[in-house]
């Protein structure tokens, strides 16, 4: 895959008479050629080289015409493309957690070199922790650095009032999936992942979930699946055994809150009184998604104020109401 954006590299510079990117993108393929042992080829090619503008929009990797699978039931789409223009540095996250991702992105675009060594890119990815930590968009930054569309799909969705037509749901969804090159997102997967030996659970829920992991095991295609849980502890212990990585996503420390701090409020001017080390002592414990609620109703308050500039009584309000909030959903204030 990276290979044909080398070889497109090579003819843009060539039909822009531009020595240096030719020379550049030459070199680079001969090193990959070296790097999957095709010594000979790699040599051939260098001896061919060194005796002897812009690019265009990236093509696309999926088909418009392939239809989007529906609920038989209902008749709503069982899935939603999305694609992003985003990149690394939009995500706050652990350098751990970071690691494991940027790790991802490089197998996939090396995965003519794994394959010489009779080894696959990661393509099966359950992404774990509390809501708002960054799992979802993690995903979305994924796609638009890879290039590729997300598909995007709720368990909720899927799952049919009639429920010998859930299954039936999940076999559109899985052969869709194998038509083309996606990164997929089951979201809220505990949904159907729960633990099969719940003793609550209906008997065709437990189906589903054998279905779900034999499509899982038989899926073909070069598509990443990922899977995004709040509930890991209910999975069911076969669903584990099913991915090549599990990435766990912890709520931000001060420091990690203090930066997410400084991207949301830098829409705004801030006053000189603002002390995020502060704020972000007073928000511990809170996801990042909470963090940008907060960042935002405060630059509300301030807009509606007629000011100009956000202050640290503002960004203070915010953060009590916030936290008020909380207290009244987890019944700790109130009737």
């Given amino acids: ?100 991702l940027e790790q991802i992105i490089r197998e996939f675009n090396d995965s003519d070199i794994l394959a010489t060594y009779n080894l696959q890119y990661k393509k099966k990815i359950l992404l774990c922790g509390k809501p708002g930590t960054g799992k979802t968009f993690s995903v979305q930054i994924l796609s638009s650095v890879l290039n590729i569309p997300l598909i995007y799909i709720r368990f909720d969705a899927i799952i049919s009032s009639y429920l010998g037509e859930t299954a039936g749901n999940l076999r559109k969804v899985f052969d869709f999936i194998e038509q083309s090159t996606w990164l997929v997102l089951f979201d809220e997967f505990d949904i159907i992942g729960k633990h099969r030996n719940d003793s609550y659970e209906h008997g065709e829920i437990k189906r589903v979930v054998n279905n779900f992991l034999q499509m899982l095991d038989n899926l073909k295609g070069n598509s990443i699946i990922f899977a995004a849980t709040n509930h890991q502890h209910i999975l069911d212990p076969a669903i584990w055994r099913r991915f090549d990585d599990i990435i766990y996503y912890d709520l931000p420390d001060e420091t990690t809150r203090q930066k997410i701090f400084e991207i949301y409020l830098r829409s705004l001017k801030r006053e000189k009184d603002i002390d995020l080390s502060k704020i972000s002592k007073l928000t511990k414990g809170l996801s990042p998604s909470d963090i940008k609620l907060i960042a935002e109703e405060a630059m509300k308050i301030a807009i509606i104020n007629s000011k100009n500039a956000i202050s640290m009584k503002h960004i203070e309000i915010s953060v009590n109401k916030f936290l008020r909030r909380e207290k009244i959903k987890n019944n700790e204030i109130g009737d």
């Fill in 1 to 100: 895959m990276a290979n044909s954006k080398i070889m497109k590299q090579l003819f843009l510079s060539y039909r822009n008479k531009d020595d240096e990117s030719f020379e550049k993108a030459a070199r680079e393929y001969i090193e990959r050629e070296k790097r999957k042992k095709h010594n000979i080829v790699a040599k051939d090619l260098e001896k061919a080289l060194y005796n002897s503008g812009s690019i265009s929009e990236p093509q696309k990797r999926f088909k418009n015409t392939i239809p989007i699978p529906r609920d038989t039931e209902k008749g709503f789409p069982l899935l939603e493309i999305q694609q992003f223009d985003k990149n690394l540095d939009f995500l706050i996250i652990p350098k751990d957690t970071k690691n494991q």
